[in-house]
């Protein structure tokens, strides 16, 4: 029984700071890649950094790089995502889920979903 539960989010001004947390249980956390997604009104769910729980290698959709940085601490079996810089195009629901790759392009996550945690950027 995989669950997930997201927070950190909150509504914030362009060039503020936020920190998610992804708090998992349920499956093996050091065999999977931790994947940040998020979904914004209207829009499909999109990758936005996923983290290797073996070696902790990372990668960065291309809208986050250089301002995203996502992390892990796994004896808490838990997932961060640092955002700073940010700006009102992140607005958006975002979710972590456990991926078999860290593969931003090729990962196709069906869920078990969390509630995910609301981002708003102001302007």
């Known amino acids: 029984d995989v669950q997930l539960v997201e927070s950190g989010g909150g509504l914030v001004q362009a060039g503020g700071s936020l920190r998610l947390s992804c708090v998992a249980s349920?499956?093996?956390?050091?065999?999977?890649?931790i994947t940040w997604f998020r979904q914004a009104p209207g829009k499909e769910r999109e990758g936005v950094s996923c983290i290797n729980n073996r070696d902790g290698r990372t990668i960065y959709a291309d809208s986050g790089k250089g301002r995203f940085t996502v992390s892990r601490d796994s004896a808490k079996n838990t997932a961060y995502l640092q955002m700073n810089s940010l700006k009102p195009e992140d607005t958006a629901v975002y979710y972590c889920?456990?991926?078999?790759?860290?593969?931003?392009?090729?990962?196709?996550?069906?869920?078990?979903w969390g509630q995910g945690t609301q981002v708003t950027v102001s302007s």
């Open positions: 349920g499956f093996p956390f050091d065999d999977d890649a």
């Open positions: 889920a456990p991926t078999i790759l860290c593969d931003l392009i090729a990962v196709k996550y069906i869920g078990p």
